[in-house]
């Protein structure tokens, strides 16, 4: 058993907290029960597992299932996991996996989403989940946001990080007019606009877009939509989250689509 912060191991776990060390090693943290299990349902692979003997011994199929798939599983003290995890209490496990390429999105999409310049990890994680929950067929995002792979994007992703298919991009004009050219509508949602987020036709392939948390969509991109959308805001109130925002969006086109074949 692992008991020694200073072990190559460990050392080498705890770099991945760095955005730097992630893309340097080509490796990305699992925190947790849950994210393990759903890594291990979609057949992700792994590369190193450390957890303390009271979690293997609470989830012995797991622990043997990781085992066939990891390169590496280790026995490591409740010490340990506290030094390589991220979380202030973490449940007993940590593991890597290797950086590979996301599921990309397939063109056209019937509902897919796209994010500007996101910078707050709890937000992506959370439209990541909201995504997936309400039928969203896939996302990109901008090559200057978060990390897809930072460690809260996944926590908050609830797993479903690995069942929505992804992609980042560092040119988003392109890619929507790769989707308006596959028969897609393209709608952004601005404060200022004039048509309610509800008075669109969502039973169409479309694409949303969505832009940062402070700033909202750049003009280069707000330019490329076929519509403009507002979702109405109380007298006083200044903005919603991006992630709430995102879930209307997804709810009212799951609504149309539902209601209004």
Not at 180 to 197: D, F, H, K
Request: aromatic share 4%; proline share 5%; net charge negative.
């Amino acid at each position: 058993m692992l008991t020694s912060v200073q072990n190559s191991l460990v050392k080498q776990i705890r770099k991945l907290h760095s955005s730097k060390e992630r893309r340097e090693q080509q490796l990305f943290l699992l925190e947790g029960t849950h994210l393990l299990e759903e890594a291990c349902a979609v057949n992700y692979p792994l590369v190193s597992v450390c957890c303390t003997p009271e979690w293997r011994d609470r989830h012995q199929q797991l622990w043997e299932n990781v085992c066939n798939r990891a390169t590496r599983a280790e026995l490591v003290s409740a010490e340990v996991i506290k030094a390589i995890a991220t979380t202030v209490q973490p449940d007993g496990v940590v593991a890597t996996a290797p950086r590979i390429t996301a599921q990309s999105p397939s063109l056209p999409v019937q509902l897919g989403l796209v994010l500007e310049t996101l910078q707050d990890p709890g937000n992506l994680g959370t439209i990541i989940r909201t995504a997936a929950a309400a039928g969203a067929s896939g996302l990109w995002l901008s090559d200057n946001s978060v990390d897809l792979d930072n460690p809260k994007v996944l926590r908050a992703s609830a797993g479903q990080w690995f069942r929505l298919p992804m992609a980042v991009t560092g040119d988003l004009v392109s890619l929507v007019s790769q989707c308006r050219t596959a028969g897609m509508q393209v709608v952004a949602t601005v404060p200022s606009a004039t048509l309610t987020y509800w008075q669109v036709d969502l039973r169409r392939p479309t694409l949303i877009l969505l832009g940062n948390e402070g700033a909202g969509l750049s003009e280069e991109l707000e330019k490329t939509a076929d519509l403009r959308v507002t979702i109405p805001l109380s007298p006083g109130v200044e903005s919603l989250n991006v992630a709430i925002a995102a879930a209307l969006m997804l709810y009212e086109a799951q609504r149309q689509q539902s209601f209004n074949p």
